[in-house]
């Protein structure tokens, strides 16, 4: 049952995931992205981390690909489909994407991982939660400070310069 | 076996990453790319929650990881599209092959 699952949403993931690349139109890659970042979420649930597939939809689904359709929509002239959007580098890119996936997909499937029989714990978000604040406090201060480093940033980036005048 | 085992998450973070490769290889727009980049983000975030399943479902370390995964691609996000709001600005346009001003 579970592996039926699995297939469906892996299928899912992986089909929409080939569309975000190969599509014409950038605004369909980003709705397709929407629908592979909803079946990685679906991932996770199977893979019991329930409170990574609710940041998930909030964080990619809710943040980023909006964000992301507000730049297309800023940035782009969304009807002029003349504008070509791959370079001329498909075919070796394609070579090298495939030569990639077929060693790892062979790397993955010798090495004899150290599957233990155990079980998460019954009780993830609140470990997740007392992890966060114990034994991964300092990640977690570097990580609020990378976010608060990367808001200033983006604000220094995006604002328009004024030439000259100091005000 | 009814149950999907770790190669299968294994294969589809591979899958997944595959495809951003692809993207940020061919892509001419700088969106683009930035949506391979949050593919293979999403890869290896499959990856590690994954681990946390099956190889050391006790320490849950790989879940946070991936807690912290999601925060950092939050974060490459934001500054990503404010550089290509400022190459739109400047360039006209966010084709990245035509913004090759620092090249020698």
Not at chain 2, 4 to 32: D, E, K, S, Y
Not at chain 2, 49 to 78: D, H, L
């Amino acid at each position: 049952m579970n592996l039926l699952v699995f297939y469906i949403l892996a299928i899912l993931a992986a089909g929409s995931a080939i569309m975000v690349v190969t599509m014409k139109n950038i605004f369909h890659s980003a709705l397709f992205l929407v629908l592979t970042f909803f079946s990685v979420a679906g991932i996770y649930v199977l893979l019991n981390a329930e409170f990574l597939a609710a940041v998930q939809v909030l964080i990619y689904v809710g943040a980023i690909t909006i964000l992301m359709i507000f730049a297309i929509m800023l940035t782009h002239q969304l009807f002029s489909r003349s504008l070509r959007q791959v370079n001329e580098q498909v075919i070796p890119a394609s070579l090298i994407t495939f030569i990639f996936f077929v060693l790892s997909v062979v790397a993955l499937a010798k090495t004899a991982w150290p599957v233990s029989g155990g079980q998460l714990p019954e009780d993830r978000i609140f470990e997740i939660g007392k992890l966060l604040m114990s034994e991964y406090v300092i990640p977690f201060e570097v990580v609020s400070v990378v976010l608060l480093v990367a808001l200033v940033g983006a604000i220094i980036i995006g604002r328009r310069e004024k030439s000259g005048d100091t005000k | 076996m009814n149950e999907p085992a770790l190669l299968h998450f294994l294969i589809l973070g591979a899958i997944l990453f595959a495809c951003g490769i692809f993207g940020l290889l061919t892509r001419r727009n700088a969106i683009g790319i930035l949506m391979s980049i949050e593919l293979m983000f999403n890869a290896a975030a499959v990856n590690f929650v994954a681990f946390a399943k099956y190889v050391a479902p006790q320490a849950m370390a790989g879940q946070i990881f991936a807690v912290f995964i999601i925060t950092v691609a939050a974060a490459e996000a934001a500054v990503g599209l404010a550089i290509v709001m400022l190459l739109y600005r400047n360039f006209k346009g966010i084709e990245v092959d035509k913004i090759n001003f620092m090249k020698w």
